[in-house]
Nanobody, 123 residues
Framework: QVQLQESGPGLVKPSQTLSLTCTVS??????????WSWIRQPPGKGLEWMGA???????YYSPSLKSRTSISRDTSKNQFTLQLSSVTPEDTAVYYC???????????????WGQGTQVTVSS
């Protein structure tokens, strides 16, 4: 059974770059034909898909975040990473990583999710 675990700093200052890592166990991030996504949920708001990296290494981004988002992977560690630049307090959210058969993931019913990690943007 695949398990995903998010890790990274819980507090980031405005204008800095947020960096989170998702460590995967019980399955390889290169296995056909899975997509590995980042999703976030700001306080009091719904889930927002941010982007994904495919089993092949191809990347896909939400148009609204594309200019600030980068997703990469380290196959030797079976990890994939989110970087979100120029953060503001509006980027405060619980951030989740997930595995699914689809590029865009918007509900927990779509595949396997990590437990999520809280990130607060504040000076």
């Amino acid at each position: 059974q695949v398990q995903l675990q998010e890790s990274g700093p819980g507090l980031v200052k405005p204008s800095q770059t947020l960096s989170l890592t998702c460590t995967v166990s019980g399955g390889s991030i290169t296995t056909n034909y899975y997509y590995w996504s980042w999703i976030r949920q700001p306080p009091g708001k719904g889930l927002e898909w941010m982007g994904a990296i495919a089993y092949s290494g191809s990347t896909y981004y939400s148009p609204s975040l594309k200019s600030r988002t980068s997703i990469s992977r380290d196959t030797s560690k079976n990890q994939f990473t989110l970087q979100l630049s120029s953060v503001t307090p509006e980027d405060t959210a619980v951030y989740y990583c997930a595995r699914a058969w689809t590029i865009v993931v918007v509900t927990p019913s779509q595949g396997s999710w990590g437990q999520g990690t809280q990130v607060t943007v504040s000076s």
